[in-house]
């Protein structure tokens, strides 16, 4: 009875999206309001529907109703309830629900809060987030049920994946998730704005917050699945160029490049075809990425297994991308900016310059992301890209934007002085080639990493500096220190915001100099009291120990004594886990943490017979602490953006709803 009432919550969720496309694209061309309120209702709709078929699946998580196939897949009676809950993304038909469910989430809290702002854009916005919603609906009823039953009722089930059990798993999918689906909805305005001939930038402030919002959201998501590969996978570090990965970090850098791009259009009314252009690719790789990550068209150690999903993606994305170019076409002549680039020295130049540096970085992801399937198409054989090759093109384009980073807040609207730039970049470029010199000085002397942390560190004194300058500016007014600090980004929330965005980034730039270059790593295998050593820590194998562990656990567990320079500074406890219900192996390292580095350590394998001995991987990876700093450090930047300023938004209102005031 309760799968049955959840698969009808579905059906009954399909049939409002597809009313709501239909009514408002009768409303609009009947010119009838009450329809087009129709249809926003019914978008609305949505949202309860698909809660009620959410929690009606977790549900059946957390009572084990294993006559559903995806609860027998996914739970087991032994597991704990929180991850029962969490099970509802832990598989291909329960994530696209979740999918779903975030997705009407979105979509009926920016129908509700933008209806009386823009009613021209309304209708148009509803059809196109009505389409993707009734996609994703239409992939859940009839290719992925998640209510689909078993002919046999299993007495129990084959429990969630074990390298879904860490929490950073639990967290890092819904941040995903929310920054993937919050990208639909800048593109439904944008496409809006291109039906209606509303090409002047209100659908960018509309969109504004909601870009920022999904941008927040995935930069989450990439950072906690960074932490759970250090964590969980036994990589040695955070990032493995995996498709999966990729499959994020591409719309990740789409959406940067339409954030930074946007500042544009709004302050010179220019770059209006470029941002369309950026949305559209941002939402196209956002299904392209699920794609990815659900067909199994590229092996990866965290994708979904192969489905039949994988050449509707493909469709839709065609689809969505031939009408949306379609639009683009037809406005071309509407969409030519009013101004021109009056200099490659000015603000909207380092823009573009940010912008085509992202992209460049984003086709050489796309395109060795996807290799195999290329090299599959002509040679008939799957390539493979590895990590080494996608540092050494990236690297270049890396350090470029880094430096961009710091110079760009030099620049002015319109024009600005070489001279004036050149006198301003002297004094920080000397202090960071001072810096380089210390670095030289206490050993340092691969150029990469002396170029890399001269241009990190040049880059992080020229943010600093403009931390510095608004400061100053502000207690010139007679404020003490720190009153002008606060003052100073409680009221440029949306510039100083971004600064601390950059900040972040500078930080986790030096922890990925840092392990890219610096790392070491060496394996072993040792007997019950051997050392090993690597750089300037030790060793000691104490031995192993194997114990059954919770839900079908057995867990293999060692125990090591770590020197550092000779001095004892604690114990670790690398261990290896065989979920045995369905033999599914996982290594988990253990490391000593801290602000310098990390000792890293893996057991590989482990020998009881042959004299208690265990191979062990082990990393030293210097500054890699600063990559997580950097991330706090980010997240915090942009809530400072994206927090909304009552006196812009009282700014706002006004120019949409003018007082009128009585005249003689």
Known sequence: MIPDLGYLALILALAAAVFAAGAAYYGRHTNQPRWIESARNATIATFPLITISCLLMIYS???????????????????????????????????????NFL????????????????????PYAIMVASFTQIFFLGISIFVEHPFARLAAVPADGNGLNPLLRHPGMIIHPPMLYLGFVGFTIPYAFAMSALISGKLDDAWIKITRRW?????????????????????????????????????????????????????????????????????????????????????????????????????????????????????????????????????????EAAFLYNNFLILAILLVVFLFTNYPIFSEL???????????VYEQALAPLFLLLLLLMGVAPLTMW????????????????????????????????????????WVVSFSLILTLLEFWKGTRARMKKGENVFVAYSNLMARNRRRYGGYWIHLGVIVMAFGIIGVEIFQEQTQIRLAVGETAS?????????????????????????????????????????????YTRTNQPMTIPNARSTITEDFYVLMVNWEPATADQATFRIYLNPLINWVWAGGLIFVIGTLVAAWPDPAVERSLSRRRHPVVTPTD
């Open 61 to 99: 998580l957390v009572q084990g109703d294993f006559s559903v196939e995806y609860v027998w897949r996914v739970s087991s009676r032994d597991m704990p309830t929180y991850l029962k809950v969490t099970a509802l993304w832990g598989g291909q038909a329960g994530s696209l629900l979740f999918w």
């Open 103 to 122: 997705l009407s989430i979105f979509t009926a809290a920016a129908m509700a809060r933008n209806w009386r702002k823009q009613k021209e854009l309304m």
């Open 211 to 347: 870009t920022l919002v999904a941008w927040l959201f995935l930069s989450l998501g990439l950072v906690l699945g960074g932490r759970w590969a250090y964590d969980v996978l036994g990589w040695g570090g955070y990032w493995a160029w995996d498709p999966v990965e990729n499959a994020s970090f591409m719309p990740w850098l789409a959406g940067t490049a339409f954030l930074h791009s946007v500042m544009i259009q709004e302050k010179r009314n220019m770059f209006k075809m470029w941002n369309i252009f950026l949305v559209l690719l941002t939402y196209c790789l956002v299904i392209y990425g699920t794609f990815i990550v659900r067909s199994g068209v590229i092996s990866s150690v965290h994708s979904f297994a192969q489905s039949a999903i994988g050449p509707l993606f493909f469709a839709f994305i065609a689809i969505m991308f031939v009408f949306s170019a379609y639009w683009m076409l037809k406005r071309r002549v509407d969409l030519h900016s009013e101004n021109r680039l009056n200099s490659l020295l000015s603000r």
């Open 378 to 388: 002509i040679t008939g054989e799957k390539g493979f890209v590895g990590p080494p």
């Open 414 to 453: 319109y024009r600005s002085s070489a001279e004036r730039i050149g006198m301003s970049l002297r004094w920080p470029a000397l202090a960071a080639l001072v810096f380089i010199g210390v670095l030289f000085a206490v050993g340092i002397r691969g150029w990469g990493a002396l170029l890399g942390f």
């Open 534 to 578: 690597l750089g300037r820590y030790e060793m000691v194998f104490l031995g192993a120990t194997r114990y059954a562990g919770p839900d079908d656990l057995l867990i293999t567990e060692a125990t090591v004594d770590v020197y550092d320079n000779g001095r004892y500074v604690g114990q670790l406890h690398p261990r290896s886990e065989l």
